[in-house]
């Protein structure tokens, strides 16, 4: 695996849009999942995503490449892919209402950061995050299996013209 910089901070929404697409299809195979062409097609929408979306812009660009794909496909495959901890769930801050959107996960835990005026969102990863959560570890006791951080404030775009 290539090293990971010490930090990075996405240029668009989404830092960690994977490399090689079928990331996600390719671990649901390796857990002995049954792949149908419908859930297929949804693997296809996250992998892809340079965004987060919610399940109604899931399901749309699904439906582009398949009319076939319902909101319950949607939404059951979504489920699986939280069961087995392959993506998750956010509400970034509800910046945008009381959708909820979906990410699939990249080598490294990230930080959401939202801009509360324009709802910019961008993800941060840092080493120093990766410390953080050791020692969060250590002095706690516990394995860490879920991590999620958003932080809010206002973008230079609109302190400037504010």
Known sequence: MAQTAVRRVSTGERINVH?????????????????????????????????????????????????????????RTLDLLKHHGLIDELDLLHLRGHRHYYESHGPRDHIHVACLRCGKVREFESELYEQLKKQIEQDCGMEISVARTEVGGYCKNCRDSG
Request: charged share 30%; hydrophobic share 35%.
């Open 19 to 75: 490399d090689k697409p079928g990331q996600l299809q390719k671990q649901l195979a390796n857990r002995s999942i049954r792949l149908t062409r419908q859930r297929r097609v949804v693997l296809q929408v996250m992998d892809n995503a340079s965004r987060h979306l919610d399940a109604g812009e899931i399901l749309e660009r699904a439906q582009k490449i398949d009319p076939q794909i319902t909101r319950v496909t949607v939404y």
